[in-house]
């Protein structure tokens, strides 16, 4: 991916499993650079009105294929990121990605994509000065999550990777499901050199790991940028 250093602003990512707390961190995060006088973007996944909707149309169909499901996603992150990514870089404000490239490449590893071939195709991303993966075990992401686990309506058809074939019950397909894309994340998290937050800390302790990290970055570049 190439460097942002050709944009004023500071891309930063946080990349972890659905209920790992990344738009808590996002939104304190936000807070903060508000603080400090910073204009501040958060960037959700999925947020293209025409692909969000064709995404919801094949998955109440069950329709997705694994191919079919990265273009689709890679599309959204297109769109996002000329229109909504790169002019926020370009004004010189801090975007804040929650979930990137990475959540596409985990969702396409685990459907068997090459993970080669899932990289090349997000080759004209830009790369953020720090993504802060949201490890969490996954016997602490279940009880997080239980007390909405009661009903399998609100398990997701793909976000328990029913279309992996990998049980018959939601329930259990999820915690398979879950658990290798845990594995994936925390191999890509070394692979990229992530910075790794232990997501079962307190919440403002972790947030103010993040700003310290963020902090030292941030005065690295302006120093940078003054000489």
């Known amino acids: ?63 997705l294929d694994p191919v079919t499901f990265c273009f689709l996603y890679a599309a959204d992150f297109v769109d996002r990121f000329e229109h909504v990514i790169i002019p926020a870089l370009a004004a010189g404000k801090v975007v804040i990605a929650e979930q990137y490239v990475y959540t596409v490449f985990a969702r396409a590893i685990i459907r068997g994509i090459d993970k080669d071939w899932i990289a090349r195709m997000f080759s004209f991303a830009l790369n953020p000065v720090r993504t802060f993966y949201l490890d969490v075990r996954f016997e602490d992401l279940l009880s997080r999550i239980q007390w909405k686990s009661r009903d399998e309506r609100y398990f997701d058809y793909y976000e328990a990777g029913m279309d992996l074939n990998l ?23 070394i692979e990229q050199e992530f910075e790794i937050v232990d997501a079962m800390k307190p919440i403002q302790v972790q947030q103010q790991g993040l700003r310290k990290t963020l902090s030292q970055i941030l005065r690295n570049r302006a120093r940078r940028k003054g000489k």
């Open 167 to 189: 049980a018959n019950r939601k329930k259990d397909s999820f915690v398979i499901y879950q658990k290798r894309l845990i594995e994936i994340y925390r191999q890509m998290a």
């Open 1 to 63: 991916m190439e460097k942002t250093s050709q944009y004023p602003g500071t891309l930063i990512a946080i990349e972890g499993t659905d209920g790992s707390g990344k738009t808590t961190q996002a939104e304190l995060l936000k807070l903060y650079f508000e603080s400090k006088g910073q204009g501040v973007v958060i960037s959700p996944c999925n947020t293209a009105d025409l692909i969000r909707e064709a995404i919801s149309k094949l998955k109440e169909r069950n329709t």
